[in-house]
Each structure stands twice: as C-alpha cells, then as structure tokens.
C-alpha cells in the first residue's frame, strides 16, 4: 500500500494501493495496473505474474471505475516511492491483515459536515478504509476460498 502525500484533492493523505488512470498507449487495464505500479513504486512488471482481475469498486468522490489487479512475484521487490505520488510505502503480510486485532470500526470526520462510521484495517498506525479497505477484505475472501 502507498500513503499518498497532501495535496488539494480527495484523496489527499490517504492510504490506497498503486494505480491510476488508463492512458492511451495502454493496451489493456492489465497493463495500466502494471504500470502504474512500475511508476509509483518501482515494481518490474516483467516479474510479476498476473492471476487476474477483481470485482469493479466505483469510487464517488474520484468518479473513477476501479479494476483491482491481483499478481505476486516470488522475488520481494526492490521499493521505490515515486515522490510525488508517494510519501510513503506501506508493507504487510496476508496473516497480519487476516489477525483479528486490524480489523477496526470508527467514526471518520471526512468533511465538516459529514461523518462516517466505517470499518477499516489498523496497519502500521495507519486508518486504511474506504475502497482500499474493501479492496483488501475481498481479497482476504477469494484467498480464504482458494484454502
């Protein structure tokens, strides 16, 4: 996962995974997705094997279709945050995520006007919620299924 800096926009600060938007020269969102995750935090796409694509997540404040990509590598990469895009990089293990203690539920001030009461994941003193979070327990779901 990736903190991403602050800045003037909806998702400033916020914890999310590597991504972003399909560009032209992008064959696929395959491709978008391995890319994305080369320029944000130095993942060679030629090492990671794609296992697929997950359930599509709307996100309302970005009016952006999300398309999860799922792939592992069995070398550990070498991590680099693209700085502009990343203050920091966030690592976990599938077991501390599946650990009943990070699994959390709060109430989050997102606007002076607008208060949430969302579950979220408590990794590394962090608030990891919203798509991000959804992205993360479907995830956690499809490996307890493939048990």
Excluded: C
Aim: hydrophobic share 40%.
């Amino acid at each position: 996962m990736i903190k991403r800096p602050v800045y003037e926009g909806v998702h400033s600060g916020q914890i999310a995974l590597p991504g972003g938007k399909m560009e032209e020269e992008d064959p696929d969102l395959i491709h978008t997705a391995l890319r994305e995750a080369s320029e944000e935090v130095g993942v060679n796409p030629e090492k990671v094997e794609v296992i697929g694509t997950m359930t599509d997540l709307y996100i309302a404040p970005s009016n952006f279709l999300v398309t999860p990509v799922i792939g592992f590598s069995t070398l550990k990469p070498n991590f680099i945050p693209e700085e502009k895009e990343v203050e920091r990089i966030i690592q976990t293990t599938v077991r501390h995520l599946t650990s009943p203690v990070v699994k959390k539920q709060k109430t989050l001030e997102i606007s002076k006007s607008f208060r949430l009461d969302t579950p979220y994941f408590d990794i590394d003193q962090e608030v990891v919620w919203g798509a991000t979070a959804m992205i993360l327990g479907e995830l956690l779901q499809i490996l307890e299924k493939g048990k």
